[in-house]
């Protein structure tokens, strides 16, 4: 983001605004995390502010400050699509395609807000007047820590921003193992610990609220998880019938695929679960080195991301999505090999 627009982003904020700011569907801590970072920012400056999620998030994010002013676009529709006309200025946060807010991306599109981008994922869109688009960013929420500093305002990060945003600094960097945590994100860290951010407890309200039924379904997950050994391959499945049968709740798979990339010698992993509801399998998929699950995802699964972790789905059924999936490999055996 040149200093130009950053200039032009001031002078529309010197003024009391209407402000929505979305998350793409079925947030993640760093979609919720920087949401509510921005939020809490925006209405310290005395601007009219809504967060407004496509659909509901895990229950282990229902704690981060300002949660409980969440819109939900999917059952407050009406009142969500007024609120997006009416805006002045719409704030899309951890996306970078509109079809990634399903339903809602068509209502932002028509509304006459400016739209102004933050996003660290790759092959962004054109949609909005303001891009900030960064891939070599560990998170959205280590943009929105930028973003604040550009404008001048990092000495006013309170301990309400500064929790929202190392969550999805935290939840997006693996506990800041991945390889996009940086010195610059442990230099981001420090920072927000200082204004108050009580990394202790974060990570135990995001990572030891685990129920009896969501070990449970771990086990059913690893009891399914299989190996392709020559194409250094994992991958797991969950049907509907095993995540009924453990009472699934929203985010209870969250992080399972990265048992599969844990194994010795594996270097792709993929989780694919059934979700009988939207008719598709969702699937989750995980690298390690060179090998872009972001361009496979895209390619064969209607997704996309990162190099190193992509999402997806599949309008097959689980077992010819699995099907599908073991036939497409060995155009990668090369790269898979390395």
């Known amino acids: 983001m040149t200093t130009a627009e950053i200039k032009q982003i001031q002078a529309l904020l010197s003024i009391p605004k209407q402000i929505i700011i979305v998350p793409h569907k079925n947030p993640d801590g760093d979609a919720m995390g920087s949401t509510l970072a921005l939020y809490h920012y925006l209405k310290a400056n005395n601007h009219n502010v809504y967060v407004m999620a496509p659909n509901d998030y895990p229950h282990f994010l229902k704690w981060l400050p300002g949660d409980d002013t ?42 006459q807000a400016i739209k102004v981008m933050i996003d660290h994922h790759q092959q962004p869109e054109n949609y909005a007047a303001y891009m900030f688009s960064d891939v070599t960013m560990s998170s959205t929420c280590e943009m929105v820590y930028r973003f604040i500093e550009m404008l001048g305002d990092q000495d006013n990060i309170t301990t309400d921003i500064a929790t929202c945003l190392y969550t999805g600094i935290m939840t997006d960097t693996g506990s800041f193992r991945f390889p996009s945590t ?37 086990g059913c997950a690893l009891s399914n998880l299989k190996v392709i050994p020559e194409l ?85 059924s689980l077992s010819e999505t699995i099907e599908k999936f073991i036939s497409i490999l060995p155009n990668y055996k090369n790269e898979l090999t390395l």
């Open 70 to 111: 969440v819109l939900k676009h999917d059952t407050e529709t009406e009142h969500c699509n007024t609120l997006l006309h009416e805006a002045d200025l719409i704030f899309t946060l951890d996306f970078n395609a509109l079809h990634r807010v399903g339903q809602m991306g068509d209502v932002i599109a028509e509304s």
């Open 182 to 218: 940086t010195s610059e994100t442990h230099y981001i860290i420090g920072k927000l610990i200082n204004a108050g951010a009580n990394n202790a407890q974060i990570h135990n309200n995001i990572y030891d609220t685990n129920s009896y039924e969501k070990l449970q379904l771990l």
């Open 232 to 316: 250094r391959t994992a991958y797991i499945t969950l049907s509907q019938d095993e995540l009924n049968r453990f009472d699934f709740k929203k985010g209870d798979t969250e992080g399972f695929v990265n048992y599969g990339l844990s194994l010795n010698n594996i270097i792709f992993a993929a989780i694919f679960i059934e979700h009988k509801q939207e008719n598709i399998i969702k699937i989750s998929l995980r690298s390690k080195g060179d090998f872009s699950v972001n361009e496979f995802s895209r390619q064969y699964f209607d997704g996309g991301g990162h190099t190193n972790a992509a999402g997806g789905k599949s309008d097959l």
